[in-house]
Nanobody
Framework: QVQLVESGGGLVQAGGSLRLSCAAS????????MGWFRQAPGKEREFVAT????????YYANFVEGRFTISRDNAKNTVYLQMNNFKPEDTAVYYC??????????????????????????WGQGTQVTVSS
């Protein structure tokens, strides 16, 4: 139903910033909860951020530490991830994701919600972000 295409990745220095964009096709974008996940080589894909259909609710992984902001423009069928103050460990392929329903799971140790990639129905192709020190 929805095709997702990421852009905006690249090489950035530690402490720098990038804004990723995810353009969605289809006429049901506003009915999809959206998110960003990332995957470093040899590691499992992990949750970065999600945003509700209206954009009123956002959730972030603990490692974000206030550095990233997810947003969406339903009129443009686009979701964004503004990433500031990069750390070398942020190096990964960043994937746009969406589904009609994205239900978080509660991590009692951190007191936060997280999202598992297996629960996501639609994925973009990914965009590489490489952070140099």
């Amino acid at each position: 139903q929805v095709q997702l295409v990421e852009s905006g990745g690249g090489l950035v220095q530690a402490g720098g910033s990038l804004r990723l964009s995810c353009a969605a096709s289809g006429r049901t974008f506003s009915t999809y909860a959206m998110g960003w996940f990332r995957q470093a080589p040899g590691k499992e894909r992990e949750f970065v951020a999600t945003i509700s259909r209206s954009g009123d609710n956002t959730y972030y992984a603990n490692f974000v530490e206030g550095r990233f902001t997810i947003s969406r423009d339903n009129a443009k069928n686009t979701v964004y991830l503004q990433m500031n103050n990069f750390k070398p460990e942020d190096t990964a392929v960043y994937y746009c994701a969406g589904d009609t329903t994205l239900t978080g799971e509660y991590d009692s140790s951190s007191g936060t919600f997280y999202y598992t990639p297996s629960a996501v129905g639609h994925w973009g192709q990914g965009t590489q972000v490489t952070v140099s020190s």
